[in-house]
């Protein structure tokens, strides 16, 4: 079993977009294994493009939300503080079979649901982790580990693989997405915000910071001070990476390069923050071996993105051809679906 955490610190790199598209095609490639996705992020965009998209998706998102007792993620989180240090072990009944409300999606890839209540909820969260016991950061940093316990025991302990969408900002639930992930996949777009959102989370997480005597953040210390394991990197992925003409595409480059070598210098300080993979395969001892290993491109598929998100049909699935998007027509062509799908199919392949 892995879990993984998507994330960056910064928004509109695509985290939630991947996350559909990983998780979707992940449960394709290994229908014999249990798929599921928390979405922690409170806009719930995974949620919404899982459950059917900018229209349908956000109806069944709204209908769930409006339930008296909310099977989300917040529901979750409010019997949690309820029991701050002590676990419920009730986390099996928040999750919801996706195919169930959208066909589309294969029917191993559970989910649990994403809720804007989560920004209602952050204060009495982080107010949980003091004052309190003794470990009172380590207990509720632990609240989505024990949520992941609950489901896994519910499945009898059968094999499954997990992905967290997390809030772009280094909020509670980010920290307890971390704290719960194994391993890191950082999206980036190929533009300078990204490459400094990079650096941020690589401060973030692993302390690496710029200059001697720079303040660290209160998780890594703590984190070190609770002897609690943090996620290796597994992957940067650029994703949706436009390719318009030879001079953007030297523009894009450059950027991603950059961003490159930031995450090739930490892995030159501490590669035991990364994840060798796959299996077996040997250290990278050139750059080219590290790029090889842990860098991966998605190339925009332009209209095909967009109406792929907006219908919730993964787009390894999405056919070329007229679609009724938000009721107007729009047209996907091959050539778009060709950018992409393959991207998304490889790299789904590289995550065991």
Same mark, same amino acid.
């Given at each position: 079993m892995s879990i993984y955490a998507i994330w960056n610190n910064k928004g509109g790199v695509g985290k939630s977009y991947l996350t559909f598209q990983i998780a979707s095609e992940y449960a394709r490639q290994n229908?014999?294994?249990? *798929?599921?996705?928390?979405?922690?992020?409170?806009?719930?965009?995974a949620s919404s493009m899982l459950l059917g998209g900018m229209t349908d998706g956000e109806q069944?998102?709204?209908?769930?939300?409006?339930?008296?007792?909310?099977?989300?993620? &917040?529901g979750y989180i409010e019997d949690r503080i309820s029991s701050p240090y002590m676990s419920p072990q009730n986390g099996s009944k928040y999750l919801t079979q996706v195919s169930k409300i959208s066909s589309i999606i294969p029917n191993n890839l559970y989910l649990i649901v994403g809720d804007e209540q989560l920004e209602i909820q952050s204060s009495r969260v982080t107010g949980a982790t003091n004052p309190g016991p003794q470990d009172a950061w380590r207990t509720v940093h632990l609240w989505v580990s024990?949520?992941?316990?609950?489901?896994?025991?519910?499945?009898?302990?059968?094999?499954?693989?997990?992905?967290?969408?997390?809030?772009?900002?280094?909020?509670i639930y980010t920290e307890i997405a971390l704290t719960a992930a194994d391993r890191l996949l950082i999206p980036f777009s190929a533009d300078g915000s990204s490459k400094r959102a990079v650096k941020a989370l690589l401060s973030l997480v692993y302390g690496i910071t710029r200059r001697?005597?720079?303040?660290?953040?209160?998780?890594?210390?703590? &984190?070190?001070?609770?002897? /609690?394991?943090?996620?290796?990197?597994?992957? =940067?992925?650029?994703?949706?990476?436009?390719? /318009?003409?030879?001079? &953007?595409? &030297?523009?894009?480059?450059? *950027? *991603?390069?950059?961003?490159?070598?930031?995450?090739?210098n930490v892995w030159n300080m501490t590669p035991s923050s990364f994840h060798i993979h796959p299996q077996n395969a040997p250290t990278p001892n050139s750059k080219?071996?590290?790029?090889? /290993?842990?860098? =991966?491109?998605v190339n925009d598929a332009n209209t095909a993105s967009v109406v792929s998100g907006a219908l919730g049909i993964p787009i390894a699935r999405l056919t070329a051809g007229q679609k009724i998007v938000a009721g107007r027509k729009i047209t996907v062509n091959q050539s778009q679906l060709d950018k992409q799908v393959p991207n998304i199919q490889s790299l789904v392949q590289n995550i065991i």
């Open positions: 229908f014999q294994k249990k *798929v599921l996705v928390i979405d922690l992020c409170p806009q719930a965009n069944r998102l709204n209908e769930i939300h409006s339930q008296t007792n909310r099977l989300t993620i &917040s024990d949520l992941i316990e609950d489901i896994k025991n519910s499945w009898d302990y059968s094999d499954c693989c997990i992905f967290i969408d997390c809030n772009p900002s280094f909020s001697s005597g720079e303040q660290q953040s209160e998780f890594f210390l703590n &984190s070190q001070r609770f002897r /609690m394991a943090l996620p290796d990197i597994y992957m =940067y992925i650029g994703n949706r990476l436009t390719q /318009m003409n030879s001079s &953007s595409a &030297s523009a894009f480059k450059t *950027v *991603v390069t950059e961003i490159g070598e930031e995450i090739w080219r071996a590290f790029k090889k /290993m842990f860098q =991966y491109e």
